[in-house]
């Protein structure tokens, strides 16, 4: 059976995330030892091609899937991005389309993992073979456990949440139908957004798979949906910085403490998947861990 992994990359004017997947996709290269697919649109890719080279693209990804111009990706789905406590801009977050993963994968089994899940540990390789159709975390974990965690069901519904950092799926009829089921909530989400009481108007998958996979359960909460053999999902807030990268594998962030502003530690984390949620951290460390994971 082919595996692989799998990213979407949609840039807006502020936030290069095909550079952050071009980077990811080396990274799990080298830890996983799988190729990547990248599903972008025209002109971010077309900016890739300028900025980043088509060579290097080419190195990066096993597939470069680029939609056409009749996609529709460009939803009016706004939210506030951050650059540490000291920066906020309020930008387009092109998300919507991950329904789609799916009917695009050119794998047997597929690991489909947001570009800034960092994948710094062969951990997801324990998916590969599972008896499981669908693995999606419930679980999910800060990396000050001091500070407040996310939460674990999806607004006032009390349905659980189900993270849609990192999902790993078989072409199966499970599979397609949980997807074929997210397309659906995201055609219909205002309706969805008002019977589960989310907490924002945003579009956000992880609410979407968390809403697909209640309903295919009958309305009710259970383990319809295995949990990834790991622990949980490792983030971070986009309070927090990047301080150095010191090797393969191992980074030292700046983690600010709860219910502070400006005030921090400093963390070491080696051999770590993590969510990088300061998208701007990831690229001001982009040249050092390109020139660490391409050797």
Known sequence: MSKGAMMFAHNNEEIDYVKIAALNAIMIKRNLDVGV????????????????GES?????????????????????NVRAFRDTVYT???????????????ELSPYDETLFIDADYLIMSDALNRCWGSDHEVMINK????????????????????????WATCIYFKKSELAE?????????????????????TPNSMFRND??????????????????????????????????????????NDVTLLLEKPNCSGDYIVSRFRDMDVHIMNKWAVLRNYDKLKELYSE
Not at 37 to 50: F, I, N, P
Not at 219 to 248: C, R, T
């Open 88 to 102: 906020v801009k309020h930008l387009p977050f092109y998300n919507c389309d991950h329904w789609k993963a799916y």
């Open 56 to 76: 290097y693209m080419q190195d990066c990804f096993e597939h470069i899937i680029v939609e056409g111009a009749d996609y529709v990706y460009k939803q009016h």
């Open 139 to 162: 679980d999910i974990q800060e990396l000050y456990f001091g500070r407040v965690q996310e939460n674990t069901t999806v607004g006032k519904s009390g349905i659980d949440t189900y």
């Open 177 to 197: 139908h949980l997807f074929y089921m997210v397309k659906y909530i995201y055609e219909n989400y205002k309706y969805y957004r008002d019977l589960y009481s």
């Open 207 to 248: 609410y979407a798979f968390s809403i697909a996979v209640h309903i295919m359960n009958g309305f009710s909460n259970s383990d319809l949906i295995k949990q990834l053999p790991i622990p949980a999902i490792y983030k971070s807030f986009d309070n927090d910085d990047i301080v150095s990268v010191n090797g393969e």
């Open 37 to 52: 697919t990248l599903v972008t649109d025209e002109g971010t890719y077309s900016w890739a091609k300028q900025s980043l």
